[in-house]
């Protein structure tokens, strides 16, 4: 085959197509190019040919400006645009308007279907839906009017907000001693009281008859909490909202700090300190040591232990605390004598705040 020009002689197989070659122009968009084989040139014909047939080979040169953005939807992002991608986005995009042209021509149905018209009256017009937005906007009319005349009743025959306070306070200035006081109280609130109790019964009821309707004395009975000799703090558990706790209350960093609940009870008037409350301290215990024939003894102060030397070398250790003990030394004759005395008589002490005795009542509905 290496020897055809332009011919069959001298080829070993006679393969027309392989042994012609192609003397024409060049053709680009083909890929052919002048001495390429004819059976080159053919296959590239055929496969340019399919590709027309299933629209893949044909690009139409179309800017990109003037595709709506109904069919780029479809388009694909990162393909040249063919005849068939185009064909297809073309296809989705009218069925996705007769979609929307479907559903306007129902809302355009329900638009137009007959109107439940109440207190309009509605006039002849070219559509139902004209007939009945004329019947409102003339209704919108008649009513601005109606406004404008109740307003003009309003100022004429009604009191003005910024008169309401001074007609209020009056009219409080005006009322009666008997007036129930609970029209004045927030529901559930416990209040201080420090008038006389001749204004509730026995057990704590407010009197109608002094103005103490609804308002009970909070003594753990008609439903008020036992507010007697107690003050009042925050609960803690079950409160919303609210940042993290200070320190100083945080049940989570201290036992000391209670997880307070609704009407949670704690603390007492006197505490009586634990051994491991007390501070720490010493004592400074004294010891006489009386020595035969001598006549008089001496004195050591110490604090700690107290240890004591014999004449013959060795020594007594005691641990200082509350006690009285003697110790006789056979070998010397010397008597010592330590005494460590107690104090404090283990009674509690006041744990009381500064206060203010009151009674406390509350508005129940």
């Not at 069959?8 to 890929?31: H, K, M, P, Q, W």
């Not at 989705?92 to 129902?106: F, M, P």
């Not at 109606?146 to 009743?153: E, K, Y």
């Not at 949670?264 to 010891?287: E, F, V, Y």
Request: net charge negative; hydrophobic share 35%; glycine share 10%.
């Amino acid at each position: 085959m290496s020897n055809c020009s332009n011919c069959f002689n001298g080829c070993a197989e006679i393969v027309s197509d392989r042994c012609v070659r192609y003397t024409g122009v060049d053709v680009a968009v083909l890929g052919i190019k002048s001495g390429d084989s004819l059976s080159f040139v053919e296959q590239a014909l055929i496969t340019f040919l399919t590709s027309t047939l299933d629209g893949t080979g044909v690009k139409p040169d179309i800017s990109a400006s003037i595709i709506c953005e109904l069919v780029k939807k479809y388009l694909p992002d990162c393909e040249d645009l063919n005849a068939t991608n185009l064909f297809t986005a073309l296809i989705k995009a009218a069925c996705e308007l007769q979609q929307e042209i479907d559903i306007i021509g129902g809302l355009i149905a329900d638009l137009e279907a007959p109107y439940q018209t109440g207190c309009l009256t509605v006039a002849p017009g070219n559509s139902v839906t004209h007939r009945v937005l004329q019947a409102v906007i003339t209704k919108l009319c008649t009513l601005e009017t109606s406004l404008a005349a109740l307003a003009l009743n309003v100022s004429t025959n009604y009191v003005k907000l910024a008169d309401l306070n001074t007609l209020i306070q009056n009219y409080l200035n005006s009322i009666s001693a008997t007036t129930q006081q609970y029209t004045k109280m927030v529901p559930y609130t416990v209040v201080e009281y420090y008038g006389p109790l001749s204004n509730f019964n026995g057990a704590g009821v407010g009197l109608a008859s002094a103005g103490f309707d609804k308002i009970y004395i909070c003594n753990g009975q008609n439903g008020t909490p036992d507010k007697r000799g107690r003050v009042g703090v925050g609960a803690i558990q079950g409160v919303p909202g609210g940042g993290p706790l200070d320190a100083a209350v945080d049940p989570s960093l201290t036992i000391s700090n209670p997880n307070y609940a609704l009407n949670t009870k704690a603390g007492a008037n006197a505490i009586t300190l634990a051994a491991s409350q007390i501070p720490s301290h010493t004592h400074t215990a004294t010891s006489t040591v009386i020595e035969p024939n001598s006549g008089q003894g001496h004195r050591h102060d110490f604090i700690g232990v107290d240890t004591v030397d014999t004449a013959g070398g060795s020594s007594s250790t005691r641990r200082c605390g509350d006690f009285t003990k003697q110790t006789s030394y056979a070998t010397t004759g010397i008597t010592v004598n330590t005494a460590i005395g107690n104090t404090g008589s283990g009674q509690s002490h006041a744990n009381i705040q500064p206060v203010l005795a009151c009674y406390y009542i509350m508005y129940i509905p």
